[in-house]
């Protein structure tokens, strides 16, 4: 029953676009720290964003400063409205190419009759208009 279910093309699918998602992530992080935050930080007059931190308590012996790494959440949002919007625009392209369904045409619910050519229900045994007997 496991094997079964592990083997459908849906859990299949998704393993790949885990894995798949994984190193995308990482080409969406080398984006942002290596391409985009430079010279971001270049414009804010040199500002490295992963060194900001606001320190809570300093360093006392060995212990290391408590610190509020501010700089890396925002580096982190960033790389994630990135990262969203590659998906979006991935997704979206990948539904564009799928084909429409054709259509199955609505089952009938009358039929012509006979003798007067007016519409009537399926079920009925004689016509509304002109009251002729109807075959089933």
């Given at each position: 029953?496991?094997?079964?279910?592990?083997?459908?093309?849906?859990?299949?699918?998704?393993?790949?676009?885990?894995?798949?998602?994984?190193?995308?992530?990482?080409?969406?992080?080398?984006?942002?720290?290596?391409?985009?935050?430079?010279?971001?930080?270049?414009?804010?007059?040199?500002?490295?964003?992963?060194?900001?931190?606001?320190?809570?308590?300093?360093?006392?012996?060995?212990?290391k400063p408590?610190?509020?790494?501010?700089?890396?959440?925002?580096?982190?949002?960033?790389?994630?409205?990135?990262?969203?919007?590659?998906?979006?625009?991935a997704v979206?392209?990948?539904?564009?190419?799928?084909?429409a369904e054709?259509?199955?045409?609505?089952?009938?619910?009358?039929?012509?009759?006979?003798?007067?050519?007016?519409?009537?229900?399926?079920?009925?045994?004689?016509?509304?208009?002109?009251?002729?007997?109807?075959?089933?």
């Amino acid at each position: 029953m496991v094997k079964e279910f592990a083997l459908k093309g849906n859990v299949m699918d998704m393993a790949v676009g885990v894995i798949i998602g994984g190193a995308f992530g990482t080409i969406v992080s080398s984006l942002l720290n290596d391409v985009v935050m430079p010279p971001l930080g270049m414009l804010m007059g040199g500002v490295d964003f992963t060194d900001k931190v606001v320190i809570l308590k300093h360093a006392v012996g060995e212990a290391k400063p408590v610190t509020v790494n501010y700089g890396a959440f925002v580096t982190n949002i960033i790389d994630f409205v990135i990262l969203a919007a590659a998906v979006f625009a991935a997704v979206k392209a990948i539904n564009s190419l799928k084909r429409a369904e054709p259509v199955a045409p609505p089952t009938p619910t009358e039929k012509a009759c006979a003798e007067c050519l007016h519409n009537i229900p399926l079920r009925a045994k004689r016509c509304g208009f002109c009251t002729q007997p109807q075959s089933a």
